[in-house]
């Protein structure tokens, strides 16, 4: 028998590391090794970002809007400035986010998928782990999708959830009203602004929200978002969505250990990136992160 095989005979089906190929089921999270041992792991939540504090200037840039009527309004008592400042505010501060990657095409050969892997970016590994000294959490997406459901399914919130869409706009498009960045002058009049900014955020959340140029789409993202009442802090509960901790390649032995202990090592499986000449690759070394067979 061969080495490979021998491998997958000790195993069986249980390793999420080696020979796997269900690539809709986790969502992979980059974060310090800090912020997820004394955080994240320590109290089982992970930490909503603010959507104008992401590193996309869409998103952190006050949006210009323009105005329309379809019923020939008199528009110039608005002010183009003050309206888009205003609606920005309301659309932005009222958002929080989780960001995750996800996994590409797998084949179920280990030796060829690990840059399809959700933890296997380099660059995202450097940007949001910490230079490699970080980790990257390994969640079940149904547990992520019913936590989610559980916390944040009551009338305070409107709830979307789903991968990015990558795509480069033209400046001729920005102003289209397929895009989000046309306020309907009828319907705001007519609604209210509060009601108004939230049925703007139902039509328009997939163009706002989940749309990011080209050169971001490596990091494969998968986004949960809260809109809210207002602006606030939120936390996401995730115990019992942890699969699994891959260790950046610099994460300290005094880190690792840390992780571990405060993990459940019975439901958690765990791995260390490192790198071989010209490509990351796993650390097959730690006999003791090898799941048992099931």
């Known amino acids: 028998m061969d080495l490979v095989n021998s491998f997958k005979k000790n195993i069986g089906n249980s390793s999420i590391f080696q020979f796997f190929k269900d690539q809709d089921r986790f969502l992979y999270h980059y974060t310090s090794a800090k912020i997820a041992i004394e955080y994240v792991l320590k109290d089982k939540q992970l930490k909503l970002g603010r ?32 309206m888009s400042e205003r609606f920005t505010q309301a659309l932005k501060h009222r958002t929080n986010l989780a960001c ?21 970016k380099s660059r995202m590994w450097a940007q949001y782990a910490d230079n490699h000294k970080g980790v990257c959490l390994i969640l079940e997406k149904s547990a992520i999708r019913k936590a989610v459901e559980s916390q944040f399914g009551d009338d305070r919130f409107r709830v979307y959830g789903g991968p990015v869409i990558y795509q480069d706009r033209l400046i001729t498009e920005v102003n289209k009203p397929a895009h989000g960045f ?17 049925a703007h955020v139902k039509t328009h959340h997939k163009n706002l929200f989940f749309e990011k140029v080209t050169d971001w ?75 048992k067979k099931r």
Not at 58 to 79: A, M
Not at 182 to 198: A, H, M, N, P, S
Not at 238 to 248: C, K, S
Not at 269 to 277: A, L, Y
């Open 217 to 291: 789409s490596s990091e494969k993202e998968f986004r949960v978002v809260v809109f809210g009442e207002k602006e606030e802090t939120l936390y996401l509960n995730i115990d019992g969505t942890i699969a699994g901790v891959v260790f950046g390649t610099d994460c300290t032995e005094e880190d690792i250990s840390r992780a571990v202990a405060a993990c459940d090592a019975e439901k958690t499986q765990f791995e260390q990136i490192v790198w071989k000449n010209c490509t990351p690759w796993y650390s097959f070394s730690r006999l003791e992160w090898i799941p």
């Open 182 to 198: 046309v306020i309907d002058v009828d319907y705001l009049e007519k609604l209210g602004f509060d009601e108004y900014t939230r």
């Open 100 to 120: 995750f990657s996800q996994d590409g095409t797998l084949t179920g050969d280990h030796t060829r998928d690990i840059y399809a892997r959700g933890f296997g």
């Open 51 to 82: 959507y104008i504090y992401t590193n996309d200037p869409k998103e952190t840039k006050t949006w210009q809007f323009s105005l329309g009527t379809n019923e020939k309004r008199d528009l110039s008592g608005y002010s183009l400035e003050e």
